[in-house]
Nanobody, 115 residues
Framework: QVQLLASGGGLVLAGESLTLSCEAS????????RRWYRRAPGKEREFVAK???????TYTDSVKGRFTISKDDVLNTVYLQMDNLQPNDTAVYYC?????????WGQGTQVTVSS
């Protein structure tokens, strides 16, 4: 079992930045895919960004150029740098670490962007 602890959310004004962190309780290098998702109020959960050990990072169109996913395998942590935040980025953000046979989710961290 692996526990994921997500943190870094908060209340910001439009145009400001936040960095989310997701720390794994064990070595994260074996997880080929590490993703961030979000769920806005009244909406379905949506994919935000993916770091893939064997391929390019990918982003949903609405965050391209504003969000950056990165990792630190020494700290077993994946980050989501979010710049120029907008009110429609308001959501609970979840991290997900995945292999072919395993999938683990963090508890979610709230991001609220006020105009």
């Amino acid at each position: 079992q692996v526990q994921l602890l997500a943190s870094g959310g908060g209340l910001v004004l439009a145009g400001e930045s936040l960095t989310l962190s997701c720390e794994a309780s064990r070595s994260a290098f074996r997880f080929a895919a590490r993703r961030w998702y979000r769920r806005a109020p009244g909406k379905e959960r949506e994919f935000v960004a993916k770091f893939f050990n064997h391929g390019p990072t990918t982003y949903t169109d609405s965050v391209k150029g504003r969000f950056t996913i990165s990792k630190d395998d020494v700290l077993n942590t994946v980050y989501l740098q979010m710049d120029n935040l907008q009110p429609n980025d308001t959501a609970v953000y979840y991290c997900n670490f995945r292999t072919v046979s395993e999938s683990y989710w963090g508890q979610g961290t709230q991001v609220t962007v006020s105009s």
